[in-house]
Nanobody
Framework: QVQLVESGGGSVQAGGSLRLSCSAS????????MGWFRQAPGKEREAVAS????????YYADSVKGRFSTSQDNAKNTLYLQMNSLKPEDTAMYYC?????????????????????WGQGTQVTVAS
């Protein structure tokens, strides 16, 4: 059974940093396309970043390029999202998700519907 558990969220001042973690279990981590999404109250879920856990390709939303970085540790089956220079508009519930490998190579990494498995989310709040 695939399980994804996020951690690392919290409250921070604008300009600060947080690192989110997503611990995966129940499947071969390196064979999946992993994504980070976020959803603020009253807004649609939006893609933040994606990485092919087997190594190589990474994608970022324009709104976070240069500030956020995603990585993985296959030995620990863990996905990370390093968030720097945080802004109040980054405030949201952050989710990690897993999808078939093809999602990372087919140009559809940002489509939430393509991800089969989701974590419960971790809240990030950035104060101005």
């Amino acid at each position: 059974q695939v399980q994804l558990v996020e951690s690392g969220g919290g409250s921070v001042q604008a300009g600060g940093s947080l690192r989110l973690s997503c611990s995966a279990s129940g499947y071969t981590f390196s064979r999946f396309c992993m994504g980070w999404f976020r959803q603020a109250p009253g807004k649609e879920r939006e893609a933040v970043a994606s990485i092919y856990a087997g190594g190589g390709r990474k994608y970022y939303a324009d709104s976070v390029k240069g500030r956020f970085s995603t990585s993985q540790d296959n030995a620990k089956n863990t996905l990370y999202l390093q968030m720097n220079s945080l802004k109040p508009e980054d405030t949201a519930m952050y989710y990690c998700a897993a999808a078939d490998t093809v999602v990372c190579f087919g140009g559809s990494w940002s489509v939430a519907y393509n991800y089969n498995y989701w974590g419960q989310g971790t809240q990030v709040t950035v104060a101005s």
